[in-house]
Nanobody, 115 residues
Framework: QVQLVESGGGLVQPGGSLRLSCAAS????????MSWYRQAPGKKRESVAV????????NYADSVKGRFTISRDNAKNTVYLHMNSLKPEDTAVYYC????????WGQGTQVTVSS
């Protein structure tokens, strides 16, 4: 059974940093590209970052380019999202998703950027 467990969210001041983690199980993690999405209140879920299965290529939404970095550790079945220079508009619930198993979602982790 595919399971995705996000963690690492919290309350942070503008300009601060956080590292999100997503522990995956139930599928061949090293064979699947992975992505991070976010959903702010009243808005649609949007893709934030994508990383290929081996980690050799990444892609980012324009709104986070240069501030966020996606990475993965295939030995630990974990994908990360390093977030720097956080802005209030980054406030959202963040989710990871396996591109090979797009129907499965974790519970998400709340990120709140506020002074």
């Amino acid at each position: 059974q595919v399971q995705l467990v996000e963690s690492g969210g919290g309350l942070v001041q503008p300009g601060g940093s956080l590292r999100l983690s997503c522990a995956a199980s139930g599928f061949s993690f090293s064979s699947s590209a992975m992505s991070w999405y976010r959903q702010a209140p009243g808005k649609k879920r949007e893709s934030v970052a994508v990383i290929t299965s081996a980690g050799g290529s990444t892609n980012y939404a324009d709104s986070v380019k240069g501030r966020f970095t996606i990475s993965r550790d295939n030995a630990k079945n974990t994908v990360y999202l390093h977030m720097n220079s956080l802005k209030p508009e980054d406030t959202a619930v963040y989710y990871c998703n396996a591109l090979s198993w797009p129907r499965y979602w974790g519970q998400g982790t709340q990120v709140t950027v506020s002074s």
